[in-house]
């Protein structure tokens, strides 16, 4: 037995009724959702150690913070900021590694200017990671904080207030002030300088 297929017709089309002139109000109106731009804003603290490639004078001419702002233009202007304040652009320079699609950065040594990318950031910890990173290379860890600083916190870090420790081949630790030291150099076998850090960036 043969079967045969059944004929299917064309479903007729049925006009869409003409709405333009009913009034429709602000909860029937579909709206496109407005993108959250992500933004950072990352405060100096003009009074911590500056280690030894900072010009402090320098630092204290950039502005109390960048941003708040797209995390990529956060971190161009914080890196710029510690290369304008170094005493040698190049020592700053020269620790950052070319990255792609990131906002350019600029140092001027051996009589010319030299231009970098910095990576493509897509969030806020990128920054402070990376901030905190360069940081550690320039010798000043508490230079850049999401948090405001105060003028509580910046007191404790400022050069007049850090503590050094000595570690000492007997493996106790003693707490220097202004030079002076306690404990006998017979028992000094290497010694490890380290800045307290009394509020760390995370």
């Known amino acids: ?81 510690c290369i304008d304040s170094a005493f040698q652009q190049k020592a700053v320079f020269t620790l950052l590694t070319q990255g792609y699609g990131g906002e350019k950065i600029s140092a001027t040594f051996d009589g010319k200017q030299h231009l970098l990318s910095l990576p493509v950031v897509n969030s806020v910890g990128y920054v402070l990671r990376f901030l905190k990173k360069l940081c550690r290379s320039l010798h000043c860890e508490n230079l850049f904080s999401d948090q405001p600083i105060t003028q509580h916190n910046a007191s404790y870090q400022s050069e007049g207030n850090v503590l050094l420790f000595i570690q000492l081949h007997s493996n106790y630790l003693i707490y220097p002030t202004r030079g002076n030291y306690v404990g006998r150099s017979a028992d000094v076998m290497y010694c490890t300088l380290l800045l307290r850090k009394h509020s760390p960036v995370t």
Do not use: W
Request: with cysteine; aromatic share 2%.
């Open 1 to 81: 037995m043969v079967m045969t297929p059944l004929a299917i017709s064309p479903p007729s089309s049925t006009p869409e009724p003409d709405m333009s002139s009913i009034p429709q109000d602000a909860a029937t109106i579909p709206h496109s959702a407005t993108p959250q731009v992500l933004t950072v804003c990352i405060y100096i603290n003009k009074q911590a150690n500056m280690g030894p490639n900072l010009d402090r004078k320098k630092l204290q001419q950039l502005p109390d913070h960048f941003g708040p702002d797209r995390p990529s233009v956060v971190l161009q202007q914080a890196v710029q900021g």
